[in-house]
């Protein structure tokens, strides 16, 4: 479960600031962590004893949270038992929520509203809930004396990119990538015919997340003289298979 060991990371977007509103806060998490939406008006006034909701923009459910003066609702029922407030931090002029077990499907835009500030004031959060499943190899056979190579990651979001390196580093010639689109998943397949051995990695990237995972594999042949023998019987060897993930942030 160490990829959902909080890959939280809060970017301030410039550029993204609307009028005299603050600007929209990045959040990104692994599904199935928890995401805070953070929410602070400048004042730091106690909050205890005001108003703030929490919408989800362009959603038909959109009510995500509701607080009263110490009554809280939560709005539509894909929210209920998931979203509370921080108790201890209303005084401190913090209206942040924590979504629990967070899905794709949560990930949005989310306002923060205190419609009795004058000015009234607003927050803009962006979340994006990330799935970043270990890519695999999932064929490793020679045809002649070439070597064939496929990896496939299954139901990513969002859609990755992926390609095969050498133990190099240098990124290797692939045939076009088939996605496969179900829900809001993306598996991704891609495949490669290379002519030499080495240690090779499909590696899969998600820009948008900042979040890079690959699998490894080492492919040996049995040489002669330096020799690929191609007439008899060539034998991959698996010297081992690793996945690693890796968080770039
Ligand atoms: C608001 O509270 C949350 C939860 O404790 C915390 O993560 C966040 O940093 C706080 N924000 C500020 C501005 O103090």
Request: proline letters at 5%; a negative charge.
């Amino acid at each position: 479960m160490a990829l959902t060991a909080l890959t939280l990371l809060l970017l301030l977007l410039p550029g993204s600031t609307r009028g005299d509103e603050p600007g929209v806060v990045q959040v990104v998490v692994q599904e199935d962590s928890d995401a805070i939406l953070p929410c602070s008006p400048s004042t730091k006034e106690n909050l205890e004893l005001k108003a703030f909701n929490w919408i989800k923009e362009n959603d038909s459910q959109r009510d995500v949270f509701l607080y009263q003066s110490g009554v809280t609702s939560t709005g539509a029922e894909k929210f209920r038992g998931r979203v509370s407030y921080f108790t201890d931090e209303l005084k401190n002029g913090n209206a942040s929520i924590i979504i629990i077990n967070a899905t794709i499907e949560d990930s949005g835009n989310y306002i923060c509203v205190f419609p009795q500030l004058v000015p009234e004031e607003r927050f803009h959060v962006e979340l994006v809930v990330g799935a970043s499943p270990k890519p695999y190899f999932n064929q490793v056979n020679f045809r002649g004396n070439r070597l064939h190579l496929q990896c496939v990651v299954r139901g990513a979001f969002p859609k990755p990119e992926v390609e095969f390196q050498d133990s190099a580093g240098n990124v290797l010639p692939a045939e076009e990538p088939k996605v496969l689109e179900s829900g809001q998943r993306y598996t991704v397949t891609l495949s490669t015919t290379l002519t030499k051995t080495d240690r090779f990695r499909c590696v899969s990237k998600q820009k948008e997340i900042h979040h890079e995972t690959f699998a490894e594999i080492n492919v040996g042949v049995g040489e002669k003289n330096g020799k690929v023998d191609n007439r008899g019987s060539l034998v991959a060897v698996f010297l081992g298979v690793f996945s690693l993930a890796a968080v770039l942030a």
